[in-house]
């Protein structure tokens, strides 16, 4: 039987933000990552144990990182026939394959950039290929508190980015042009905007056409 929250909050006192620990311990490859991890692991365990808690199994458990997939040891724990993992509650990633700071990172990105730069940008970083739709998902999951945090960052002329994409169009020219779309939304003046960057040649620079309004 899962142990219920406010049992777990009795017996781990804190929560672990992993971009904090890696930005703390200035943490570079995955390999130091995953002893960073099991060392706090083995401090939780510990002072479980000293309450009464017993070890009971441990399996490899994969995390999507900024720093790319990493891979460590989950030890569970279990007493009076309740069993949890200590780590894996202590970062907050219960049925998750991906970190809080990438969850944030990818839907920070793809609502600048595209789902697909977003996915190509943070694969070429970690070798971690991120799904579109798993990005979508992830907008969708911190959109409205990234909404809030940039609004301060966003003149007041400018409407909120409500979509943005592009893609890569082939001519039967020797060329490969960029196309970016940005379609924009004002909820206080009810104004939609639709900006369509010229498409030019792969490493030129683009010059945006001018942007259209419609009324809501």
């Known amino acids: 039987m899962e142990e219920s929250k406010s ?33 706090l ?15 009971s199994t441990s399996y490899q458990r994969p995390l999507v990182t900024k720093l790319g997939r990493v891979v460590f040891t989950v030890i569970k724990v279990k007493r009076d026939g309740r069993v949890f993992s200590p780590i894996v509650y202590a970062l907050k990633i219960e049925k998750r394959k991906y970190s809080r700071d990438v969850r944030i990172l990818l839907a920070d990105k793809a609502s600048r950039l595209s789902y697909h730069d977003a996915m190509t ?17 992830f907008v969708q999951e911190v959109g409205k508190q990234l909404g809030e945090a940039n609004q301060a960052n966003v003149s007041c002329e400018m409407p ?20 970016h ?17 010229q498409s030019t040649k792969t490493g030129a620079k683009q010059e945006e056409q001018p942007t259209r309004e419609t009324a809501a």
Not at 17 to 30: F, G, N
Not at 121 to 137: A, E, L, Y
Not at 160 to 179: E, F, I, R
Request: with cysteine; hydrophobic share 35%.
């Open 121 to 137: 940008d943070f694969q070429n970083h970690t070798g971690v290929r991120v799904p579109k739709r798993t990005i979508r998902s």
């Open 160 to 179: 909120a980015v409500v979509m943005a994409d592009g893609t890569k169009t082939h001519s039967v020219y020797p060329t490969l042009n960029q196309v």
């Open 41 to 55: 692991q083995a401090r939780l365990v510990a002072d479980l144990e000293a309450s009464g808690w017993k070890r």
């Open 181 to 197: 779309i940005v379609i924009g939304y004002d909820p206080d003046t009810r104004r939609k905007t639709c900006s369509t960057p």
């Open 7 to 39: 049992q777990l909050d009795l017996g781990v006192n804190s929560r672990i933000d992993l971009a904090d620990l890696i930005e703390r311990e200035q943490i570079k490859t995955l390999t130091s990552l995953s002893k960073a991890i099991e060392a």
